[in-house]
T-cell receptor, first 114, second 112 residues
C-alpha cells in the first residue's frame, strides 16, 4: 500500500515569513511528485511538480526532493494571507498492480497570520 | 481555455436512483481519473483510464462504473447510489499517468 504522509497542521506562519511544508512517501519506485493547493470546497490547483533530486524554484515557491530519504518539501517565501489553504502532497509511481495514478497525502492546513 | 469540466456541480438524490456525473477535457489528455474527497480521508482514486476503452479500478471502486468511449469524456456512473457515496467528487486529466493532473471544479453529491 503506497502511503504519503503529511502533518495535518494547522501550521501558522506570520505574513512575510517562510512557510515550510513537508511530506514523506513509502514507495521507493515513485517517480513524480507534486504539490497542490486547495481552498475549502474548491478543486486542487497545481503549484509545483518535481521529478528529480534537488530544488526547483518557481517564483515564491521552491520544491525540494530527496529520493534517498523519501522526502519532498515545499517552501513558500514571503508568505501572503492568500496563501492560507490546504496543501496536498501527491506522489506517482511507475510500479504496476492495483490502483494507479496519484496517491495524495491528507494535506497540511496552512494559516498565514497578517 | 484549457480546462476540465464536470456536470452537475451539485446534486441531491435519493438512494437507488441511477445517476451520471459527466467529465470532459479539452487538452487532448490520454489519462483521466476520478477521485472522491471525504473529511479525514483525503482524496482517493475511484477509477482511472489510460486511454480510450482502457479503464481500471482505483482504491475505492465499489458502487461506481466508468466508461471511456471518447478521449475527451470520462463519465462516472452510480447505478444504485447509497448514502455512503455522499462526497465531493473530482475528475482529473493529464498527458500521461506520470504527468501533473489537472482537476475539474468538483461535484458535490448528497445521497439521501
Amino acid at each position: 500500500q503506497k502511503e504519503v504522509e503529511q502533518n495535518s497542521g494547522p501550521l501558522s506562519v506570520p505574513e512575510g515569513a517562510i512557510a515550510s511544508l513537508n511530506c514523506t512517501y513509502s514507495d521507493r519506485g515513485s517517480q513524480s511528485f507534486f504539490w497542490y493547493r486547495q481552498y475549502s470546497g474548491k478543486s486542487p490547483e497545481l503549484i509545483m511538480s518535481i521529478y528529480s533530486n534537488g530544488d526547483k524554484e518557481d517564483g515564491r515557491f521552491t520544491a525540494q526532493l530527496n529520493k534517498a530519504s523519501q522526502y519532498v518539501s515545499l517552501l513558500i517565501r514571503d508568505s501572503q494571507p492568500s496563501d492560507s489553504a490546504t496543501y496536498l502532497c501527491a506522489v506517482n509511481s511507475a510500479s504496476g498492480g492495483g490502483a494507479d495514478g496519484l496517491t495524495f497525502g491528507k494535506g497540511t492546513h496552512l494559516i498565514i497570520q497578517p | 481555455e484549457a480546462q476540465v469540466t464536470q456536470n452537475p456541480r451539485y446534486l441531491i438524490t435519493v438512494t437507488g436512483k441511477k445517476l451520471t456525473v459527466t467529465c470532459s477535457q479539452n487538452m487532448n489528455h490520454e489519462y483521466m481519473s476520478w477521485y472522491r474527497q471525504d473529511p479525514g480521508l483525503g482524496l482517493r482514486q475511484i477509477y482511472y483510464s489510460m486511454n480510450v476503452e482502457v479503464t481500471d479500478k482505483g482504491d475505492v471502486p465499489e458502487g461506481y462504473k466508468v466508461s471511456r468511449k471518447e478521449k475527451r469524456n470520462f463519465p462516472l456512473i452510480l447505478e444504485s447510489p447509497s448514502p455512503n457515496q455522499t462526497s465531493l467528487y473530482f475528475c482529473a486529466s493529464s498527458l500521461s499517468r506520470l504527468n501533473e493532473q489537472f482537476f475539474g471544479p468538483g461535484t458535490r453529491l448528497t445521497v439521501l
